[in-house]
């Protein structure tokens, strides 16, 4: 049996799946963030999800930057780092298990900053060569252990490459040839950068709040 579907019907379901993917992100609800007012905040060393051992302590090197022009005193990260291990934890996943008021207690901090990176290093696709640095990030009130924020970041090489000349001879050439740069420069680590820029600058859609020394 076969069904048939009316002209105007077929009409208002492509205009619906057309407005469904050009919808807007939802606005992420502050309420919990405006009422905590953070002025510190304490950086966990991200946990590490991608096969690249440098990438946990790539990204810790650049979060302080945009926490701070946030308007944030951010603890030193190297201190944090080391106070962590002196009392036992050794890696990220420990030290992100410790529980909010015992970090409180130790840093002080008003909130502490928990880091996963999920992608980070040099993929090679036969004609395509790219560093992708993918991260999310969660903000937790320590004085009570409330959720105050949530995002996730992702940069990649791969934005600015034009690979439209050239053929496919071309294709492959430009493919090895980022190979090799991405490898020896270890660009993983400026991508990086910019994931933790994209991923902690304030005044952006669903992005983090000023915090109070904010210009």
Known sequence: MTCHIPFKALALLLLSGLITGCATPTPYDYTAFKQSKPASIVVLPPINKSPDIKASYSLLSHVT???AE???YVLPVALVDETFKQNGLMNADEMHMAPPAKLHEIFGADAALYIEVTQYGSSYKVISSEVVVAA?????DLRNGQLLWEGRALASTAENQNNSG???IGLLVTAAVNQIINTLSDRGHEVAGIASQRLLTANKPNGILHGPRAP
Do not use: D, E
Request: proline fraction near 7%; charge should be positive; avoid cysteine.
């Open 70 to 72: 946030a308007g944030y």
């Open 65 to 67: 930057l945009p926490l």
């Open 166 to 168: 050239g053929g496919l």
């Open 136 to 140: 999310n990030a969660k903000l937790i």
